[in-house]
């Protein structure tokens, strides 16, 4: 998330405009890293679900998984 914020990037004090700048590239990142997590989680279900499939063809059973 912190390679988002440029390092050549200086506020001096605390005007609305670098408030606002730093809140809008927080958010940004925050974001991010919103968006890799959800992706993570669905890689993460799609391999569970490939090795309950192929549990369930090791030993004979339906084809179906609800659970």
Request: aromatic share 4%; glycine share 10%; proline share 3%.
């Amino acid at each position: 998330m912190l390679n988002i914020v440029q390092p050549n990037i200086c506020f001096i004090g605390s005007s609305n405009l670098s408030l606002a700048l730093i809140g809008g590239l927080v958010l940004k990142g925050f974001q991010k890293e919103k968006i890799n997590l959800i992706e993570e989680g669905k890689f993460d279900n799609e391999i569970i679900l490939k090795q309950k499939q192929h549990e369930v063809k090791k030993r004979g059973g339906p084809t179906c998984l609800n659970n």
